[in-house]
DNA sequence: TGCGGTGTAACGCGCGGAGTGACAGGCCGC
DNA sequence: GCGGCCTGTCACTCCGCGCGTTACACCGCA
């Protein structure tokens, strides 16, 4: 682990779903990275990226994840969601300055169902 | 065809998130597709796609569709993620149920805030 | 001194979103 | 008739990225 500074891939401001894992999930199963990956069915550098912010969740990892420890897979990918949402509206602010900002009636959202409960 | 296990209690299996833009932004806008896939900076061929169900809602087009209309970017997220895994769930069934189902303690799911509400 | 766990790096594959160009139609107005 | 604008779809390309695979270096312990 000593051989290289690692470059961190993003400086990042906002932490990645993945940190979760390392910090809650897998000490509360008392589990170690390569047990868990082999019960995920993953690779153990798959698992590693996922917790360094290497990788996204994604829809399939997010159901191993469900299965595997019962935090719903809407959770992590609810997660994931705001987060690159987060970065692509840093990287994207020019560009949505140019878009027309409308407004929909309320009877339209209503009917699109914008707000959700639950 | 093996017995599916349970058919969620969610019916979340709804059509594509960009059939609401055909049904109800674009007419609420009154705008054409044409139109609409100018002032929102993609392709006219890139929203086809997308109220097709043929390419999915990402971050940055779910920023794009909430400068452009007000409805949220996490309602386009969300809508699509709930159709994603969805399908991912169809087809990994047999996956899932080879993984080992753990639970975690509630007060670790409290530091994780899988009960945050919004 | 093995053995298992850990953390990275580098390579390649395959999927999928996005742009580009092109094509066939449908309407409408001059 | 003839453009002009719209629609819907196809094929091709590029490119980002999740993932598996292999390999390497380090640590702790029996």
């Known amino acids: 682990m000593k051989n290289r500074p690692i470059p961190a891939p993003h400086p990042e401001v906002w932490p990645h779903p993945g940190t979760l894992l390392r910090e809650y999930v897998l000490p509360a199963l008392n589990l170690s990275v390569s047990q868990a990956s082999v019960e995920l069915r993953i690779t153990r ?6 917790m360094a912010g290497q990788a996204a ?11 595997f420890c019962g935090v719903p897979s809407r959770f992590w990918l609810r997660r994931q969601s705001d ?11 020019d560009v949505l300055a140019a878009i027309p900002a409308y407004a929909l ?3 339209v959202l ?9």
Chains 1, 2 share one sequence.
């Open 45 to 50: 550098q798959s698992l590693h990226r996922i």
């Open 57 to 67: 969740i994604t829809a399939e990892t997010s159901l191993r994840l469900e299965r």
């Open 83 to 93: 987060y690159e949402s987060g970065r692509a509206r840093d990287r994207m602010s």
């Open 105 to 107: 009636p309320k009877t």
């Open 110 to 118: 209503d009917q699109i169902g914008t707000t959700d409960a639950e």
